[in-house]
């Protein structure tokens, strides 16, 4: 049932021109600056022989493809999570699935689970920008698998926290709108804390717990915030989907 | 058939905020029911409704709908559930085929049995033309159409229709009506709407609901007995005097409408009334049974007033 309710999903994704524009300017710009990073590694590549432990390509271009990444999609996530329980509400369509023999877990879940399967398309478009450098290179898969990693993590988080506001209003600008700034609030809200990464505000920080990733380092506290922050969401929709029955 | 109730709703309560929407109704549907359900807007018909469905949660009050109560066990009891909001809830971006689909995979259909439910569904709801258009771009009628058929896809129990009729054009209706004619031997149909007649030629019961609370509940056949009146309007082109026409043995009592116009209630049958008429040559050119339609009820009612009977 959960994936019934996420094929839909992802179906009516792709019948509305959304996902289609968001895929072609996120993959333009990722694009860009892709190239622009080949050409700064192949301006100091001359340097780079000349160092000891040099960095290679996946360090000086494909880690910096998927940060970019990570920032545009932190600007296009809400734009893409903002009409799945609003607009539903808006149009009078919930009512097919509150009347449906499916639980209020169900619904969410499905909703999220259409989302994510989109989200790993995303990754998956993304990544084969760095992989083509595997015709006239060798690139560190690991470090590859990392980063991709790290960045459907990410996505699934942010989609998580989208999918909660999107709850919360029956408008999905608003919805967009306060995703975009929790979602901000989130990733810059240890950059005033200094270098003492233990305060509790860098805990709660996005970028602190993604940036090691990115970096090739899967550590399980990072990934268990990434769990415990998309579950978080998660629980919180299904409340405020269950309450909206007793009060709306 | 079971004896059990379809629908059983007990003292039924619904808020928002401060405001008593739904007070204290309590009512039964059985199978082959199909219930009328008025009342004038914000009377608090969508409300029960949407209770029914389970959209929205009742503040007290029990629901069970074919025996199994829709709070405990949602799932079981909304399997036996059709229901069709006041807006239809339809995905714009899909065709009408892809719609039904998916609709009968959430009301849990059998893979095997899915593309017959949808062919039953369409083609009883006039939609085999239209199997490959998108919703958005059908016309009012057809989307309410969609809707229906979304709502009798999976042959359930219970169907529950909030104005099924608005947007669509004579012969629909008509279609329409027959349609819940025809579902309404098997199954238990509770139908809200602001048509009247409607209710008159299709349903046998009837509901009506004021400021939140079950003003009148009776079946059609009751009102049918209710118009079997002995009051008549006449109106005479001689009228005599009052206390002459009272010295007519079959007539009760007069109230006078105009000049020439006169209730009457009388204690046997028109025809007596008619022929002691003609016989004092009163000149009676018209003679009107003053009927309890479900308007007069539904207005009386509705505006605070008893009913006289």
């Keep these: 049932m959960i994936m019934t309710i996420a094929m839909r999903e992802l179906r009516s994704m792709f019948l509305s021109p959304l996902a289609w524009s968001v895929l072609a300017v996120t993959q333009l710009i990722i694009a860009w600056s892709f190239f622009t990073q080949i050409d700064f590694f192949f301006s100091i590549q001359q340097q780079l022989t000349t160092m000891p432990n040099p960095p290679g390509v996946t360090d000086l271009v494909v880690m910096p493809t998927y940060e970019i990444a990570s920032i545009i999609l932190l600007m296009v996530t809400p734009l893409l999570t903002m009409r799945l329980i609003s607009e539903e509400r808006r149009n009078g369509s919930m009512a097919l699935l509150l009347s449906s023999p499916v639980s209020m ?3 969410v879940l499905g909703k999220f689970v259409g989302i994510v399967i989109f989200m790993l398309i995303l990754v998956g478009m993304i990544s084969l920008m760095p992989l083509s450098l595997m015709m006239g290179s060798t690139l560190d898969l690991g470090k590859l698998a990392a980063g991709a990693f790290a960045l459907f993590m990410l996505l699934a988080a942010f989609s998580a926290a989208g999918l909660f506001l999107s709850s919360l209003t029956v408008n999905p600008v608003v919805a967009a709108v306060s995703s975009f700034g929790l979602l901000l609030l989130l990733w810059i809200i240890n950059s005033n804390s200094g270098d003492n990464g233990e305060n509790l505000l860098s805990q709660l920080s996005i970028l602190a ?7 090739g380092l899967i550590n399980s506290a990072d990934v268990a915030y990434f769990v ?6 998660l629980v919180l929709t299904i409340r405020q989907m269950d309450s909206q029955r007793l009060q709306a | ?3 059990q109730a379809l629908i059983s709703v007990n003292n039924l309560v619904r808020y928002y905020g401060d405001v008593c929407a739904v007070s204290n109704i309590s009512f039964e549907l059985n199978a082959g029911d199909i219930l009328g359900f008025l009342g004038p807007n914000g009377a608090g018909k969508s409300t029960t409704m949407r209770m029914l469905c389970g959209t929205l949660a009742p503040t007290e009050g029990e629901i069970r709908i074919n025996g199994v109560d829709l709070l405990d066990k949602p799932g079981a009891a909304k399997a036996a559930l059709g229901y069709l909001p006041e807006t239809p809830p339809l995905y714009r971006e899909m065709c009408v085929d892809e719609y039904l689909r998916y609709c009968a995979k959430l009301r849990r259909i059998e893979k095997s049995q899915i593309d017959d439910a949808m062919e039953l569904a369409k083609q009883r709801c006039g939609l085999n033309d239209v199997s490959r258009r998108l919703i958005g771009n059908l016309s009012k009628g057809y989307q309410q159409r969609v809707g229906i058929a979304q ?5 359930p129990e219970v169907i529950i229709l909030d104005e099924p009729t608005v947007g669509l054009d004579p012969i629909q209706i008509r279609e329409i009506r027959e349609l819940i004619t025809e579902l309404g031997t098997s199954h238990g149909i509770i139908l809200s709407t602001h048509i009247l007649p409607e209710v008159e030629s299709v349903c046998n019961r009837v509901q009506i609901i004021n400021e939140g609370t079950l003003v009148y509940a009776s079946g059609m056949d009751a009102l049918q007995e209710q118009k079997n009146t002995n009051r008549y309007e006449i109106a005479l082109r001689q009228p005599p005097a009052m206390d002459d026409m009272l010295a007519v043995p079959c007539i009760d009592q007069i109230e006078p409408l105009a000049a020439d116009r006169f209730i009457v209630q009388i204690n046997s049958s028109a ?8 016989n004092n040559h009163w000149g009676l050119h018209k003679l009107v049974a003053q009927e309890h339609t479900l308007e007069q009820i539904f207005v009386n009612l509705t505006l605070g007033e008893n009913v006289n009977t």
């Design chain 2, 1 to 3: 058939m079971s004896s």
């Design chain 1, 228 to 233: 415990l922050f998309i579950v978080t969401f």
């Design chain 2, 151 to 155: 709502a009798i896809l999976h042959s």
């Design chain 1, 209 to 215: 717990h993604f940036a090691p990733m990115l970096r």
């Design chain 2, 271 to 278: 025809e007596e009334l008619a022929s002691a008429a003609v």
């Design chain 1, 105 to 107: 877990t169900q619904i």
